[in-house]
């Protein structure tokens, strides 16, 4: 079977991807930009590539009418104040576009909505199943909870709080019930239902077996770490203070806690459970969904980490405006030196950032992302994915990933902190060199002035680092 998958580059997408190719799918994948699509080379046999931005509906005609089911993985939440509208109108693209093909079934991943007040997220969520539904395809939406695995949002805001702060004073939200279900199962429920007929038509509520406060939540994640933590709730913490809380505590953005924060008001229990006996699913416990992250983590096998996505920063210019940096009225610090290892050189390069810091200067490197973090960027809060390996469209602390070829030996990135212009770091080992350049595009007076009060820390951190990448004897 030919199944399109939206999303292909989401933290749930690229999960659901290698089942499907398990299963003997042929799978489209659809990317907003297809160089932040990096499959294993071992995939590439078994799918196809298009670039579709369901904003734009022009670029749904490039999708295969041949296709025989396809999974809506996209959302919009904290990428703007105005994803409500975002959301309606990509599911309306989605639907008049692929109505356009032989498409028999269409599964859309959605939020619990059985509550009669609903957060302005799960209403949007809930308006996407409504628009969605009126296709001339078979509908399933299932819809999920809180989902727990390693890379989640709510598996690193959870992990965050607790490694963290060993005391809590809380909101009263952290009474509110939800039913969380480990991402493992969320993927063997989406594959089972794809062209089922049992499941066309229908909607249904997916969690695990257990109904947790999200304090008790916490408290559970602390004891699986043999951690002590004391949680008090408060009962009055405005919205507004408790998404500053959020923001300043754990890897979130403060677009993306607000809406956390409002949708954490809203009990998100399953109504019922038949999804599990219709397709023989017995979901794990949340304390084994806990122990199945831990043991990725520790592996170093993480397949997808929601902070790779834009809505972890304010991003929003398009990475084709960005591949060629510039150099007309820009500042630039370029250094070369001749590479003594290359091998060891290239490693380094890749393991950049993150728990392995940059080399040299770490300490001012926390400072810079304390002070972006201040005035409400995104600092070094979100690392790095996985320890050695990068992609293009990764995040990197404080940077986006835009270019990343091993063999080539070349790594482009982009800095999403808060600045008055634009910069990019470039590593590059070329004809036996090794090329560091760092290039910033002032934005009027303000960004020229930035440039300057930053240059001498600039001259020894970029020599530094340098020379360190360089030197074989430096791990």
Same mark, same amino acid.
């Given at each position: ?119 302005k997220h799960l209403d949007s969520r809930k308006n996407v199943e ?83 406060? /999200? ?70 416990? /949340? ?22 996505? /834009? ?52 300490w001012l490197w926390r400072i810079r992302g304390y002070l972006d ?98 030197n074989p004897k430096v791990t």
């Open positions: 079977m030919k199944v399109l998958l939206t999303g292909a580059t989401g933290y749930i997408g690229k999960r659901v991807l290698p089942v499907l190719i398990q299963a003997g799918h042929t799978v489209v994948c659809c990317a907003r930009d297809v160089n932040r699509f990096s499959p294993p080379k071992s995939f590439l046999d078994k799918i196809e590539i298009i670039q579709v931005d369901l904003l734009k509906p022009e670029t749904l005609a490039i999708i295969p009418r041949d296709i025989d089911a396809a999974y809506y993985l996209v959302h919009s939440m904290a990428v703007s104040s105005d994803y409500h509208s975002l959301e309606e109108k990509s599911a309306i693209n989605f639907r008049n576009g692929i109505e356009k093909t032989n498409v028999e079934h269409v599964v859309y991943l959605s939020g619990i909505i059985n509550e009669n007040e609903l957060s409504v628009e969605l539904k009126k296709g001339r395809y078979n509908f399933t939406s299932l819809r999920a909870g809180i989902i727990i695995g390693s890379g989640s949002a709510s598996f690193e805001i959870i992990r965050d709080l607790v490694e963290k702060l060993p005391f809590m004073i809380t909101p009263k939200w952290l009474m509110t019930k939800c039913q969380p279900i480990g991402i493992r199962d969320v993927i063997t429920l989406l594959s089972k239902a794809v062209l089922n007929p049992k499941t066309y038509n229908q909607n249904f509520d997916v969690g695990g077996p257990d109904i947790l406060t /999200y304090k008790e939540m916490l408290l559970q994640f602390a004891k699986a770490r043999n951690l002590k933590r004391k949680i008090v709730t408060v009962p009055v913490m405005t919205p507004r203070l408790s998404s500053y809380w959020l923001f300043f505590v754990t890897s979130t953005s403060y677009k993306l806690a607000v809406s956390l924060v409002n949708s954490m008001k809203v009990e998100v229990v399953c109504s019922d459970t038949r999804i599990n006996a219709l397709l023989n699913v017995e979901p794990s416990s /949340y304390a084994d969904s806990l122990d199945l992250a831990f043991q990725k983590i520790k592996s170093n096998a993480i397949i997808s980490s929601w902070k790779d996505a /834009y809505a972890s920063s304010d991003f929003k210019i398009e990475d084709t405006e960005l591949f060629e940096v510039p150099t007309f009225g820009c500042f630039i610090d370029k250094r070369q030196l001749k590479v003594k290892n290359h091998e060891s050189t290239l490693n380094k390069i890749w393991r950049i950032g993150g728990k392995n810091g940059w080399y040299y200067g770490n973090k201040l005035v409400g960027g995104v600092g070094l809060r979100r690392g790095r994915t996985n320890i050695d390996t990068i992609n293009a469209g990764d995040s990197l602390d404080f940077w986006r990933v835009l270019y990343a070829d091993k063999d080539e030996g070349r790594l482009l990135l982009f800095a999403e902190m808060k600045l008055p212009g634009e910069a990019w770091l470039e590593f590059k080992i070329l004809d036996g060199e090794l090329i560091q350049t760092a290039t910033f595009r002032p934005l009027g007076i303000l960004g020229r002035l930035y440039w300057y009060s930053v240059l001498p820390f600039h001259g020894f951190i970029f020599k530094g680092m340098i020379r360190r990448i360089n």
